[in-house]
């Protein structure tokens, strides 16, 4: 039976029509959909509750990197390729990592409390995963935390970070300034600490922490006057450590399979200088300050 040439092209165009809208459909959001940053499961064994059974936590970790590490030669890449029906299928198959310019990082992240034999511990939970833009410059960056999840008294918090970027070999980008946030509680109200400004700094570095004290002061007119006095005695912040701690890296410098166990090194003052004041008895006090860490 002949079929009319204005049905064949009424046919021709519904086919053409579908085929592109359906075409415009799969592209959209192709690269977003084959991207692998996600997060997988990370148990991390944290002690023993109050049973006494041991208690592991998956705290999660982002991944960027899914599949074979290693490159496809030209005959495996044609091979794989003849084993899908179109471009398309072909690209959906492939998951690369995240750009030149991104890291997988967490996007948000919970605080589990939990109860051990040695007292209550938290431990910071990974929920979900994203490609971010590798900052260059050191500034503070936006770090969400949940608090009492699932419970009335749910709240989420900006605790802030600092970028990753790096300065002159041995300096880091670390927390120079804090402040801190309340959270209420069944029991009671919770401070958290926030962090507010960051700069680069070496691994063992000092931050200021201010101190007021009560001083008497005597005027040549024998008057006497109670005042504030402010001292930053400072604190020292970070870790020492000497050379590479990587045993086992694969080519990619960043990467390591096999680290050393940390050496017990910790980060104390190096200079200090002090200050003399009378308090509010009379008696002439002094109080330290770090100068360098």
């Known amino acids: 039976m002949d079929v009319p040439w204005p049905f064949l092209l009424l046919l021709c165009a519904l086919h053409l029509t579908t085929g ?51 490159r496809p030669s030209h005959e495996a890449g044609q091979q794989e390729y003849s084993k899908h029906s179109s471009m398309l299928e072909f690209l959906r198959s492939k998951k690369p990592s995240c750009g030149m310019n991104q890291v997988c990082e967490p996007t948000g992240m ?46 989420v918090i900006d605790v802030g970070g600092c970028s990753r970027s790096k300065g002159s070999p041995g300096f880091s980008c670390v927390p120079t300034k804090f402040d801190s946030a309340l959270v209420e509680t069944p029991n009671k109200v919770d401070l958290i600490q926030t962090v507010v400004a960051c700069e680069l700094k070496e691994s063992c570095y000092r931050v200021p922490y201010v101190e007021y004290y009560y001083e008497i002061v005597h005027h040549a007119d024998g008057v006497k006057e109670e005042r504030l006095k402010e001292i930053d005695v400072g604190r020292c912040l970070g870790g020492c450590t000497t050379g590479n701690r990587c045993l086992l890296s694969p080519t ?42």
């Not at 148990?43 to 982002?62: A, E, H, L």
């Not at 990974?126 to 935390?145: D, F, G, M, S």
């Open 110 to 155: 919970r605080v589990d409390r939990v109860l051990l034999l040695q007292g209550p511990r938290e431990v910071e939970v990974i929920e979900e995963c994203h490609c971010e833009i590798k900052l260059t410059q050191c500034i503070r960056v936006p770090a969400l935390r949940t608090y009492y999840s699932e419970t009335p008294y749910e709240t």
């Open 20 to 70: 592109v809208s359906g075409k415009h459909t799969d592209h959209r959001n192709l690269f977003t959909q084959r991207v692998c940053c996600k997060r997988q499961s990370h148990f991390v064994y944290i002690g023993q509750d109050i049973s006494g059974s041991p208690v592991s936590v998956d705290v999660g970790i982002c991944r960027s990197h899914c599949g074979a590490a290693s």
């Open 252 to 293: 990619d410098p960043e990467m390591c399979h096999l680290w050393a166990e940390r050496q017990s090194s910790s980060c104390v003052p190096q200079g200090y200088e002090s200050h003399s004041f009378l308090n509010q008895h009379g008696q002439l006090r002094t109080v330290l300050s770090i100068t360098s860490c």
